[in-house]
């Protein structure tokens, strides 16, 4: 059973922007701290950015300055919003709890970024 559904992904170009939204369950969301992880072929799920219920945040150095991450509780929703993409930002993206549950994972949205 899916517990989360990610989308927003697509084909952008280098310095572009997106937004990537998450919706699953008031079960999934209510106490825990959110986050968006990627992953990229032949490396391992890493996390990107996260948010407690209170919304705050934090993130991994190489996306500071560039991505936001948010969240709707009543909507039961987390979005990540990414400025000036670079190629190296090519991967598919995932949202689940932090630290993540393994039954939450859905099937991530691809984010290509390419000239």
């Known amino acids: 059973q899916v517990q989360l559904v990610e989308s927003g992904g697509g084909l952008v170009q280098p310095g572009g922007s997106l937004r990537l939204s998450c919706a699953g369950f008031?079960?999934?969301?209510?106490?825990?701290?959110m986050g968006w992880y990627r992953q990229t072929p032949g490396k391992q799920r890493e996390l990107v950015a996260s948010?407690?219920?209170?919304?705050?945040?934090n993130y991994v150095d190489f996306v500071k300055g560039r991505f936001t991450i948010s969240r709707d509780n009543a909507e039961n929703t987390v979005y990540l919003h990414m400025n000036s993409l670079q190629p190296e930002d090519t991967a598919v993206y995932y949202c689940?709890?932090?630290?993540?549950?393994?039954?939450?994972w859905g099937q991530g949205t691809q984010v290509t970024v390419s000239s």
């Open positions: 689940n709890a932090f630290p993540p549950n393994h039954k939450y």
């Open positions: 008031r079960s999934i969301f209510g106490p825990v701290i």
């Open positions: 948010i407690t219920r209170g919304s705050s945040t």
